[in-house]
């Protein structure tokens, strides 16, 4: 019964990269609540619009988080190869897709918003993460198989 809240990517709604998702969110959030926070200031010549803004924020925040779940839908199918597929180690499971991981990058991203101070060691750790995974663990699930054991 657990096996289907936190386990392998394929048959779980949390696996061990909703750990990266949730670092990705800080940062992601951070960039896009900078961002937005200049081209609003410039759009509506004040420094106050905090209401506007949160929209525009956590719809930044889910367009990336969507844009990567398409791309990273299409390697783990195949197009960059069959390396690439092999490191995807199979198809995430579409509630982990759609839902958990978008919601750990909107947590990142009011963990950012509340905690600022944050946002620089979750991206250090992310790339980490990243570059531990990719160049030196043999697929992208071998840390919960790992865990699972």
């Known amino acids: 019964m657990l096996d289907i809240i936190f386990g392998l990517k394929t048959h779980a709604i949390l696996d ?3 750990i990266e998702h949730l670092l990705s969110g800080l940062s992601v959030g951070s960039a896009v609540k900078t961002k937005n926070h200049k081209v609003l200031s410039r759009i509506l010549n004040t420094k106050d619009h ?12 889910l367009f990336f988080a969507y844009l990567w779940e398409t ?8 197009l960059a190869g069959t390396r ?13 897709r759609l839902i ?22 979750a991206r250090v750790l992310s790339i980490a993460w990243i570059i531990i995974h990719v160049f030196v663990f043999p697929h992208s699930m071998y840390l919960q198989e790992v865990l699972l054991k």
Request: glycine share 6%.
């Open 84 to 96: 690439v597929e092999y490191w995807f180690q199979g198809v995430e499971f579409w509630p982990n």
């Open 16 to 18: 061990v990269w909703t």
């Open 50 to 61: 905090k209401h506007h803004s949160w929209w525009f924020n956590l719809t930044g925040v």
């Open 100 to 121: 958990a991981d978008p919601l750990m990058l909107v947590l990142g991203y009011m963990i950012a918003k509340k905690w600022p101070f944050l946002v620089w060691p």
């Open 71 to 78: 791309l990273e839908h299409y390697l783990e199918t195949g």
